[in-house]
């Protein structure tokens, strides 16, 4: 069965702080594409990052950066020098591609970044 | 560039009455997918299009669920005989198909009172 798993419902830091966002998923696949949306308070899921199953390379962008581990089953994300504005709810989504890459979201992490 | 749009972005109705939810996906996105959003949860598929047609609806929760694409562009998301169990924000993505990311609009959030 295809499933992602967010155990951090909430998450609070005071600004400038480091955080790590936890993602470990389930998959029968060995082609499969993860991803991280967040969604501010204004509701719209805003794209993060796209990662084939088959690149394991780590990806930072700016203070974003991404540890695919495909031993473990996870796609942590790590926000590095948080701010207010970083404020939201993360989700992590495992994109099924033998079934038009429909997505298995999990239940995401509320973050409080406070000033 | 336009982003996904959906309309209405809140709708009220009550119980047993019939709603539809529209979504404009990008320009030029062939693919596009509807998803269920309740409180507290991550969305959850309910159909996806590719052109015209409904390549997989298996995420409809039942029969009262219903949506189209009949230019292959604007979606209309129907629902019949709507319950209190239907509340939730109903989110439309599109993308260029394949296994491209996938972009959000805004959502409906739908009350049934």
């Known amino acids: 069965a295809q499933k992602v798993t967010q155990a951090q419902t909430e998450i609070s830091v005071v600004e400038k702080e480091d955080v790590t966002l936890d993602c470990v998923y389930e998959?029968?696949?060995?082609?499969?594409?993860l991803f991280w949306y967040k969604q501010p308070p204004s509701g719209e899921l805003v794209f993060l990052i796209r990662r084939n199953s088959f690149d394991e390379q780590n990806e930072i962008s700016g203070r974003y950066s991404w540890n695919f581990q495909k031993s473990t089953s996870s796609f942590n994300f790590t926000i590095t020098a948080s701010q207010v504005v970083d404020s939201a709810v993360y989700f992590c989504a495992l994109g099924d591609i033998y079934n038009f890459n429909k997505f298995y979201f999990g239940s995401g992490t509320k973050l409080n970044v406070k000033p | 560039g336009a982003g996904v749009s959906q309309t209405p972005s809140n709708k009220v109705t009550e119980k047993g009455k019939y709603v539809e939810l529209r979504c404009d996906p990008i320009s030029g996105h062939t693919a596009l997918y509807w998803y269920r959003q309740s409180l507290g949860q991550g969305p959850e598929f309910l159909i996806y299009f590719q052109g015209t047609g409904a390549a997989d609806d298996s995420g409809l929760p039942n029969d009262r669920f219903f949506a189209v694409r009949p230019e292959g562009s604007v979606s209309t998301l129907k629902i019949q005989r709507t319950e209190r169990g239907d509340s939730a924000v109903y989110l439309c993505?599109?993308?260029?198909?394949?296994?491209?990311?996938?972009?959000f609009g805004p959502g409906t959030r739908l009350t049934v009172t």
């Open positions: 993505a599109s993308s260029l198909g394949g296994n491209s990311e996938q972009y």
């Open positions: 998959t029968r696949d060995t082609t499969y594409y």
